[in-house]
């Protein structure tokens, strides 16, 4: 990693904010100081700006051909494999996480890499032929990239999140700035530096490592940024949108979700559908202390099997081990910040007083850090907050229903839409019932996973646009329409336009 406080790079060089300003980066386990980045500002983002519409406008980027490009995404990909286990220690320590979670987000970050690399180079490079209706007529639509891009990533999964958007990024051609956030910006200063080891061209990858009111900010009105991509919460999502609109950009929002997981009694009516569904349950709301955009928050299940689902659920909860992330045996790591560590036991003191019951959890282990223990709140209801609104913390809710049509309708009732699951063994059920979740990925007898090649984004207040596949590909670009006309003659439209003769 490159030296402390010089973790601003702009246009091929690394350096201190201007300013001289710097910020701590806290260790979440012990709530110690560990790294020291560069606090960037409004002058630093305003240079890498500029560096990258220079080199956009007239470095070689843009115009490398597709094969290159899609052969450096790939070296990328090698040398994430490479540095996988410094990187995953890093992203652990930075966010809070396991170990093996660290781990895992290098592997995805690597998989996706490569399926842009995969994506761009097997496309038609000619463009779509376009049926015109006339054999004098050459008609095609091309794909080019945006240009400028801002990328405003979050700090639960900053090293996964920032290679949605700059693996897509590169692969069409584009140049970036891309800010990281302030509680975690050590494993994308990296990325950055896995970039330029595998030859991209300088002014290409621009970081600013800095606070969101001021460089995030900047980013999204500047006049010289044609995209940008921002993955956060909603209040400052909508911030982003309206200072974007200024100057017309496009913008692509992930601004997370209240995610329901529905329970149908059938899909426990073994011990092994019992035991799976439990096990998911607690996968879906506690991975990464629930600090997961996607996360399961929401248990909606059948009434009958409520009781003996959430016992179940809320012993396995309180058996949950809590510490540092590389430490054998842990399971669960901090929240990532004092910040969020009130919050969470904000939005549990209000569910307690509108009458949720604590089954499990509830509050912080003895010791430092910014640990909470796996929280279960049963007859939990719509009125709640803490059902309402997004918590990013271990906290998982309980609500039941009789009916199919009560869960779809309990499912939907949020104003948010990201993600959703739904349990049982019949398949008509479970196609009928996918298909009626206003969500932007469902999932059937599964949580979590996610593929590189299908989108991924949400409905409603859970953004615009969407990251990963195909589509994710198309954020990046802009659709040119080239009409040729093979055999021109006069149009004869206006009277005045015969030719004279004589």
């Given at each position: 990693m490159t030296a402390a406080q010089q973790t601003i790079?702009?246009?091929?060089?690394?350096?201190?904010?201007?300013?001289?300003?710097?910020?701590?980066?806290?260790?979440?386990?012990?709530?110690?100081?560990?790294?020291?980045?560069?606090?960037?500002?409004?002058?630093?983002?305003?240079?890498?700006?500029?560096?990258?519409?220079?080199?956009?406008?007239?470095?070689?980027?843009?115009?490398?051909?597709?094969?290159?490009?899609?052969?450096?995404?790939?070296?990328?990909?090698?040398?994430?494999?490479?540095?996988?286990?410094?990187?995953?220690?890093?992203?652990?320590?930075?966010?809070?996480?396991?170990?093996?979670?660290?781990?895992?987000?290098?592997?995805?970050?690597?998989?996706?890499?490569?399926?842009?690399?995969?994506?761009?180079?097997?496309?038609?490079?000619?463009?779509?032929?376009?049926?015109?209706?006339?054999?004098?007529?050459?008609?095609?639509?091309?794909?080019?990239?945006?240009?400028v891009c801002a990328l405003i990533t979050p700090w639960n999964y900053p090293l996964l999140q920032a290679s949605w958007k700059i693996a897509p990024a590169l692969a069409a051609g584009n140049t970036f700035v891309i800010k990281p956030s302030e509680i975690t910006p050590l494993t994308t200063v990296v990325l950055i530096e896995l970039l330029l080891e595998a030859g991209l061209p300088l002014g290409a990858a621009n970081v600013?490592?800095?606070?969101?009111?001021?460089?995030?900010?900047?980013?999204?009105?500047?006049?010289?940024?044609?995209?940008?991509?921002?993955?956060?919460?909603?209040?400052?999502?909508?911030?982003?949108?309206?200072?974007?609109?200024?100057?017309?950009?496009?913008?692509?929002?992930?601004?997370?979700?209240?995610?329901p997981n529905v329970v149908f009694a059938d899909a426990c009516s073994t011990p092994d559908g019992f035991d799976t569904a439990v096990d998911q349950a607690l996968n879906a709301a506690f991975i990464h202390s629930g600090q997961v955009c996607s996360a399961g928050s929401r248990l909606i299940v059948e009434e009958p099997l409520r009781d003996r689902f959430v016992a179940e659920l809320s012993r396995r909860a309180e058996l949950i081990r809590l510490g540092r992330g590389t430490d054998a045996g842990v399971e669960c790591g901090p929240l990532v910040s004092a910040a969020q560590l009130a919050r969470t036991e904000t939005y549990v003191a209000s569910a307690l007083a509108e009458g949720a019951v604590l089954r499990a959890g509830g509050g912080r282990p003895a010791g430092p850090g910014y640990f909470f223990r796996p929280t279960v709140l049963d007859r939990c209801h719509r009125g709640m907050r803490v059902v309402r609104e997004e918590v990013f913390g271990p906290v998982l809710t309980v609500e039941t229903f009789r009916t199919e049509e009560e869960a779809v309708a309990l499912a939907n009732d949020t104003e948010y839409g990201l993600a959703g699951a739904v349990w049982t063994s019949d398949e008509h059920r479970a196609r009928r019932v996918a298909g009626l979740l206003r969500h932007g990925t469902v999932w059937i007898n599964d949580f979590h996973p996610y593929l590189p090649q299908a989108e991924w984004g949400g409905f409603g207040k859970s953004g615009i646009g969407r990251e990963l596949g195909p589509g994710g590909l198309a954020e990046y670009r802009e659709a040119k329409h080239i009409y040729q006309n093979l055999a021109p003659r006069p149009v004869r439209w206006f009277a005045g336009t015969t030719t004279a003769k004589g």
């Open positions: 790079h702009v246009g091929g060089e690394w350096r201190a904010a201007l300013s001289g300003a710097t910020r701590e980066i806290i260790d979440p386990v012990d709530a110690t100081p560990f790294e020291v980045v560069a606090e960037g500002g409004v002058p630093d983002t305003d240079d890498a700006v500029a560096a990258a519409r220079a080199a956009f406008d007239f470095g070689a980027w843009p115009r490398t051909p597709v094969a290159e490009r899609a052969a450096l995404l790939r070296r990328v990909a090698a040398l994430l494999e490479r540095d996988r286990e410094r990187i995953g220690a890093l992203e652990s320590r930075d966010a809070g996480k396991t170990l093996e979670e660290g781990r895992v987000d290098v592997d995805c970050v690597r998989d996706a890499f490569r399926y842009f690399a995969d994506l761009v180079e097997n496309e038609n490079g000619g463009g779509r032929v376009v049926d015109a209706g006339s054999d004098e007529i050459r008609s095609v639509v091309v794909h080019e990239p945006v240009g600013v490592t800095g606070p969101g009111d001021t460089v995030g900010a900047r980013l999204a009105e500047h006049p010289a940024v044609d995209l940008v991509s921002f993955t956060g919460g909603l209040v400052s999502g909508t911030k982003v949108a309206r200072s974007a609109a200024d100057s017309v950009k496009k913008v692509a929002l992930e601004l997370g979700g209240k995610n």
